[in-house]
């Protein structure tokens, strides 16, 4: 599986692409090294997102997971950049339960583009990430976007 491996603020990330879409986002440098078109494009728009000149992602992603775990990913990329829903909140849109939600969204092979960090505990709390730092890794990706969003006149 081609791979391409970025240097971020948040250390080395590795995209890798399977049939011209993205499949995975991993932390850390990949051994398969090979630039396609599809993973050039991805490292351009990481590279823009953490350079604050994009909030959002226009690539092709084929991210593998059940039925249902695609429509939790789905519902991730629908949050709006700099904002967060609760796992509970999430829940009820799609007809489940929150602690199935969060197995999801913690199955996400695509962190970043496919914006887990944006779903948060009950009451607002932060809750657990699992890339990078952890916590420290969601609240970084936050933060960045919300002050593109707020440097573009559309966050409060």
């Known amino acids: 599986m081609p791979q391409l491996s970025l ?4 250390g ?3 995209v890798s692409e399977e049939d011209g ?7 850390g440098r990949g051994r398969d090294q090979q630039e396609t078109p599809a993973l050039r494009e991805a490292a351009d728009q990481l590279q823009d997102y953490f350079d ?3 909030a959002t992602f226009d690539l092709p992603l084929a991210p593998f997971g059940s039925a249902f775990r695609q429509r939790v990913w789905a519902a991730l990329r629908a949050i709006p950049p700099g904002e967060t829903r609760g796992y509970g909140d999430l829940a009820r849109e799609l007809g ?3 602690r199935a939600v969060g197995g999801a969204n913690g199955a996400n092979p695509i962190p970043i583009i496919i914006p887990c960090h944006r779903v948060v505990g009950a009451g607002g709390t932060l809750g657990g990430y699992s890339g990078g730092e952890g916590p420290a890794t969601k609240r970084f990706l936050l ?3 919300r002050r593109f969003m707020r440097a ?3 966050f409060p």
Request: no cysteine; aromatic share 4%.
């Open 7 to 10: 240097l971020s603020p948040l």
């Open 12 to 14: 080395p990330l590795t």
């Open 21 to 27: 879409a993205i499949v995975a986002l991993d932390w």
């Open 52 to 54: 604050a000149r994009r």
């Open 96 to 98: 489940t339960a929150a």
């Open 143 to 145: 933060d960045l976007e």
């Open 152 to 154: 573009q006149g559309s």
